[in-house]
């Protein structure tokens, strides 16, 4: 699977940015879906998951402002992000994984950087 981001840029605080990540293969549907981020100086942390099935959970402090979705005809996954904070700034990553029998199999897309001014 590869992996394709779009999406990031510059915004103000409290603007909106959605992020999209291209997906090649035929199942893509089969996959559990997610993005990371990455601020300046810290570890990459989860942000937003879907699952194959359509469930959804969320990091605690994007809850209420991001919504993560995906469309399977189109191998692709968003992010939308809304009422955006200094603080989101940050490479976003995507990334797929799925389960097989020798262990959760994962592939990463490359960042899209957000920066959000305040």
């Known amino acids: 699977v590869q992996l394709q981001a779009s999406g990031g840029g510059l915004v103000q605080a409290g603007g909106s940015l959605r992020l999209s990540c291209a997906a090649s293969g035929s199942t893509f549907s089969s996959y559990s879906m997610a993005w990371y981020r990455q601020a300046p100086g810290k570890q990459r942390e989860w942000v937003a998951t879907?699952?194959?099935?359509?469930?959804?959970s969320y990091k605690d402090p994007v809850k209420g402002r991001f919504t993560i979705s995906r469309d399977n005809a189109k191998n692709t996954v968003y992010l939308q992000m809304t009422s955006l904070k200094p603080e989101d700034t940050a490479v976003y990553y995507c990334?797929?994984?799925?389960?097989?029998?020798?262990?959760?199999?994962?592939?990463w897309g490359q960042g899209t950087l957000v920066t959000v001014s305040s």
């Open positions: 879907i699952g194959s099935d359509g469930d959804t």
């Open positions: 990334n797929a994984w799925i389960a097989t029998m020798r262990g959760p199999l994962h592939y």
